[in-house]
């Protein structure tokens, strides 16, 4: 097991490190500096605004300065707002999507694990139809749709809940948020679960267990619960790097002081050291939880053999 | 040892006949395939029998409800909405298909490949697709669009180059498990196994998380250019109008509703047909 | 044997299923419906019950709405327009805005200018104080505006003082610092000297980028003085808080020279997107929006009555041509072509809700300036189309051999359909076929420094209230000449009126400068834009201004119910 850990850390540096390149390398490839204005600056001005930023260096020292930063923790001066560094926006910045992208994948995974158990248990019947028409209805509606209709709904014709703003752990600001991003993924993964139950629970191995006169929960706790969890396991570690890093939409929507609308900005003003900034923490995360997924992995199947 | 795992033999002519009819006794898929059959001829006919255009703008129809002499009604410029509505499902058809093609090819191949493989080949290649899922999506496209001027093809690019990390990574895990017991049909278990959990799981929620995607993907520059409009364009651009004019907003968002329904249920369809482990 | 299996065993089962579905679905559209239920026609409106009383309310903290999160309060660095709103209310220049939008004396009482107009000097008021107890100097203008040109600072803005001696030379480097056209005999006296006569002066004095700065605090601080905690100015409002991409609390400046007439005890900015906008005043959550959609206009009018506030803005929406090369470079007739071809009044009230003016020329209208109207734009459309149609056909194109371009222009959400309406437009006026192509912003801008695009859209909002902010776009050498027009009698013309005294004068110079554009049809004018504003009944004491420049230090709130 430590072998296997130290093994994955151990890969995990050198793609931490191809991240930061891509990113970096693909950031400059894009036309347009970040500041570029419609009015032009005097030379002497932009090479003095460049100085300070060190664009003026040819792009490969550019890249060792910034690796440098990276390996003692500093991601360096956001170039779009100015006098802030990118530690300190992400620093605002990720405790709001760990949040609301926490809340949210766990009203997923609770509220559609259970809804697909129950639609796989009761397959065919209402408890399996409805809920999982309203899961496909979740999956194609858009966000950018449900969020406004929410803030439509609960915040202006029924005056129950505010239209957004960030208030700390406050369940009335968070509910909204959290349920429009929870939807889809809510919706995603109950039918998930209900495909993989069903499959589990017509496997002969199950229908033995239930001849054998095992009562339904025993079979599904502790029987059928496993291999349903494997297809989510894969699916949540990524989801779970996703929604931390921030839900665009959502932020924008409910005006959310999150990592992705300064992504989205950073990126369209090309604020280089914040888009790959934030790319290398979404890239650490993204390790992360694959890692922890195929620990799981490794828990839940043990035939799966840790590779040594 | 699980009972499940009983060797099985190759997939003879009677086989594929059993699972077509086991197909058609599945209501709900029937139901998908007639209603997605539908859309796609009143997406085929409606534009060369109408006698609206999607891009004529009429100045004296704007905004017009539906009913009357525009069956779906007009939007901002007066433009018939059935009409656009019906270009937008042949592109967000065209787009979603194609792409959700190229992306489980390439999906299905290297999570096999990866799974199969196993040790260093397994890492590498996850790792590829851990580097990957980080690539900043908004500098690539608009990169992409600049290298590569304005393309449809791009288009399937873009969305198959980012889509297929998730078939990638679950197709992988699959076969980690499935692998490592030893019979003799492995492969061929692999095979079915692979099929239908794709099948069941992923094409069917593929599909309409793509054609979102290309709704983005157009809003930023590249895919299919105004005047023309995937559902996913008209979707976000009735979203503006939700309060004032909401059927600019519910009729796509219906058909994609309708689109996406429909595959999902097919998908339920095929799963159980291809699967014969599911008795119904 | 199969059917009756079917219609045995899950007969009732599909039914319930079809059943469920169908009610499900019936529910969502009834939902979906219902929520926008009100849109269908003028209907009760949502938030009609507001009360408002005639005192004042008790909480004097007034929420306004921005469109995006400035990048920095920096009032010598900030580039764009919201951090400028929030600096207005910061800091105090030589000049200050009125309530009216009109410049009032600011730090400075008085001033005189000499009779060729190039020399200025501002006598300033004793009683104005920094938020830290200092007094303000004429040294701390003088400051402010070395660092302004100083190339070190890194502004992106230097010429904005452009017209005083000396500062392009400072930030192209090729003099000290020291050797700008100003300086501060005494602590209460500014001279300014200019390189012509600048009528606008007076409203460049009040922008950002000419306040004071307080020397001491940058000096120590460096980049770190807008922190809140070391923020100082000399404004009505103070920097209490800022939360980066959620909102920017200011609190009233006690020390300001002014602060008994400032009303508010707090203003709060909120970044927002337009929809959130609407969706935030209609709850009640910000008093003051900045924007609405254009497309929501008459919904809006309909369900918030006067709430919804327009009035006209300081620039235009245009495309200009390419001249450096075909297919408009060569051919006055085909530029025209499409100038007349296009329906100004349609794209006005049938696209843009009626909100925006038609443009029929580059700038927009100004008080004693005789706005340069075409004669075409009096004809009827039939006339109109016809001499377009003909001119079309003299620059040598026809169905068999059509014009085919490509209009570029910038990704954004009201643009799509102006656009869309105007290459229709002209392909059944003309028979040309022009393609609209969005592009995202800065790679726009780079394709027209290029001069790479032929046919594209160039907005233009003006720095002052001055028709020369409009018609330098076209000056040779100016930066932003995307369309690389080059005319030495337009250029001639201009540099008559830079010359020019005599305010009246200086604008016949201008009016025949626009003439000849129009002439050349360099610009195909499509509107003037307008600001657009949610305001609650309760708020008072604003106006709107042609520069959109509204101060929150004249605003209070009365007390009110609901809403």
């Known amino acids: 097991m430590l072998k296997f850990l130290g093994r994955r850390l151990l890969i995990a540096l050198p793609t931490m490190l191809v991240i930061a390149t891509l990113a970096f390398g693909l950031l400059h490839a894009t036309p347009g500096g970040p500041f570029d204005t419609a009015k032009r600056m005097p030379p002497e001005i932009q090479r003095s605004i460049e100085a300070k930023y060190h664009l003026d260096e040819p792009l490969w020292r550019q890249y060792l300065r910034y690796l440098n930063d990276l390996a003692h923790g500093d991601l360096g001066p956001s170039f779009q707002y100015r006098n802030t560094s990118v530690n300190e926006l992400v620093r605002a910045g990720l405790p709001v999507d760990a949040v609301v992208g926490s809340l949210a994948l766990l009203t997923a995974m609770l509220v559609g694990g259970f809804t697909g158990t129950v639609a796989a248990l009761r397959r065919n019947s209402l408890w399996d139809h409805v809920p999982m028409f309203f899961a496909v209805l979740g999956i194609s509606i858009p966000v950018f749709v449900t969020g406004p209709l929410l803030i439509l709904v609960f915040a202006v014709q029924l005056h129950w809940l505010p239209s957004g703003d960030w208030r700390g752990i406050d369940i009335r600001y968070l509910l909204l948020p959290v349920a429009a991003l929870a939807l889809p993924y809510t919706a995603y993964i109950a039918r998930m679960v209900r495909g993989a139950a069903i499959e589990v629970f017509t496997s002969p191995f199950i229908r033995t267990a239930r001849a054998k006169g095992l009562p339904t929960r025993t079979v599904v706790l502790r029987h059928a619960l496993r291999p349903v969890l494997m297809p989510l396991v894969s699916f949540l570690g990524p989801a779970f790097a996703s929604v931390l890093t921030g839900s665009i939409i959502i932020e924008s929507v409910f005006g959310l002081p999150g990592i992705g609308r300064y992504f989205l900005t950073g990126a369209i003003n090309r604020d280089y050291t914040l888009v790959v900034g934030i790319t290398v923490l979404y890239g650490a995360l993204i390790i992360a939880f694959n890692l922890l997924a195929d620990l799981c992995y490794a828990w839940l199947d043990p035939r799966v053999r840790l590779q040594s | ?280 | 044997m199969r059917l009756s299996k079917i219609l045995k065993c899950s007969l009732c089962q599909r039914r319930l299923a079809g059943a469920a579905l169908a009610l499900a679905m019936t529910l969502t559209a009834a939902l979906l419906a219902a929520c926008g239920g009100e849109g269908q026609g003028p209907d009760v409106p949502v938030v009609s019950s507001i009360r408002v009383g005639t005192g004042l309310a008790a909480d004097q903290t007034l929420r306004r709405a921005l469109d995006a999160m400035p990048r920095t309060l920096d009032p010598s660095l900030l580039t764009d327009v919201d951090a400028q709103k929030v600096t207005d209310d910061l800091f105090e220049g030589l000049t200050a805005l009125g309530l009216d939008g009109s410049m009032v004396p600011g730090v400075a009482t008085s001033w005189e200018v000499s009779a060729d107009g190039k020399n200025w000097v501002f006598h300033l008021r004793p009683e104005a104080r920094w938020s830290n107890g200092d007094p303000v100097t004429s040294a701390d203008f003088i400051y402010a505006w070395r660092r302004q040109v100083d190339p070190k600072t890194g502004t992106e803005y230097a010429q904005a003082l452009a017209p005083i001696v000396g500062a392009m030379a400072v930030a192209t480097g090729h003099a000290p610092v020291s050797s700008l056209g100003v300086d501060a005999p005494d602590p209460l006296t500014v001279r300014i000297a200019l390189n012509s006569p600048t009528p606008y002066l007076l409203f460049l004095l009040a922008d950002s980028f000419m306040q004071p700065l307080h020397r001491a605090t940058i000096e120590r601080w460096g980049d770190d003085w807008t922190r809140p905690e070391h923020w100082v100015s000399n404004g009505p409002f103070v920097v209490k808080e800022v939360v980066i991409g959620n909102r920017i609390t200011l609190e009233k400046n006690p020390l300001y020279w002014d602060a008994a007439s400032v009303r508010p005890n707090q203003v709060i900015y909120y970044p927002l997107e337009t929809l959130t906008q609407v969706g935030r005043f209609m709850a009640g959550d910000i008093q003051f929006a900045s924007i609405f959609p254009n497309s929501q206009f008459k919904w809006l009018k309909s369900q918030l009555g006067d709430q919804v506030v327009t009035g006209p803005y300081l620039g235009i929406s245009q495309m200009e041509v390419n001249m450096l090369g075909p297919p408009f470079a060569m051919s006055r007739d085909l530029r025209l072509a499409l100038n007349l071809a296009l329906d100004r009044t349609i794209l006005a009230n049938k696209v843009g809700e009626g909100l925006q003016e038609p443009a029929f020329s580059v700038v927009p209208p100004l008080p004693g300036y005789r706005p340069q109207i075409p004669e075409w734009a009096s004809w009827s459309d039939e006339r109109r189309h016809a001499e377009a149609r003909r001119l079309y056909a003299a620059a040598g194109y026809s169905a068999a051999h059509p014009l085919r371009v490509q209009l570029d222009y910038p990704t954004g959400e009201d643009n799509r359909d102006v656009f869309d309406a105007i290459t229709a437009m002209w392909l059944t006026n003309l028979g040309a076929q022009v393609e609209p192509y969005n592009e995202e912003f800065r790679v726009l801008l780079q394709n027209l420094r290029l001069h790479k695009a032929a046919l594209f859209q160039n907005g233009w909002i003006g720095d002052y209230p001055d028709p020369f902010t409009f018609l330098q776009l076209f000056q040779t050498g100016f930066d932003q000449n995307f369309s690389a027009y080059s005319d030495p009698a337009y250029d001639a013309l201009l540099s008559a009126a830079a010359q020019e005294a005599d305010p009246a004068r200086r604008f016949r110079f201008f009016e025949q400068a626009e003439r000849r554009l129009n002439e050349e049809g360099v610009s195909i004018p499509i509107m003037y834009y307008t600001s657009r504003h949610l305001v609650k009944p309760y708020v008072k004491g604003w106006q709107l201004n042609i520069q959109d420049r509204i101060v929150s230090r004249y605003m209070y709130l009365l007390e009110h119910e609901g809403g």
């Open chain 2, 1 to 280: 040892m699980n009972a499940a795992i009983l060797p099985r033999p190759a997939r003879a002519a009677g086989q594929w006949r059993q699972s077509w009819e086991r197909l058609c006794r599945h209501r709900p898929a029937l139901v998908a395939l007639a209603l997605l059959g539908f859309v796609v001829l009143l997406a085929l006919l409606v534009p060369l029998v109408s006698p609206y255009d999607y891009a004529t703008p009429d100045w004296d129809e704007l905004y017009q409800p539906p009913g009357g002499g525009h069956l779906l009604g007009t939007d901002g410029l007066g433009r018939d909405l059935l009409v656009r509505v019906m270009w937008g499902c042949r592109i967000s058809l065209l787009v979603g298909i194609a792409a959700s093609l190229v992306s489980v090819l390439i999906g299905v191949l290297w999570g096999a490949t990866a799974g199969y493989a196993g040790g260093t080949t397994d890492s590498l290649m996850m790792r590829i697709v851990d580097i990957l899922y980080t690539v900043p999506f908004i500098p690539l496209v608009i990169v992409l669009t600049v290298l590569f001027g304005r393309s449809f093809l791009l288009v399937f690019v873009a969305i198959g180059a980012v889509s297929w990390l998730d078939i990638a990574r679950i197709v992988r895990g699959q076969t980690l498990s499935l692998k490592n017991r030893e019979f003799i049909e492995a492969a061929r278990a692999l095979g079915l196994s692979n099929t239908t959990m794709i099948v069941r799981h992923v094409v069917p929620n593929l599909l309409g998380v793509v054609i979102l995607f290309e709704a983005f993907l157009s809003f930023l520059g590249l895919g299919v250019h105004a005047p023309l409009a995937s559902l996913g364009t008209l979707i976000s651009d009735g979203a503006n109008h939700m309060k004032s004019h909401p059927y600019l907003l519910t009729i796509p968002a219906v058909f994609l509703t309708l689109i996406v329904c429909s595959f999902s249920y097919l998908g339920d369809g095929l799963r159980d047909a291809l699967d014969p482990r599911e008795q119904r």
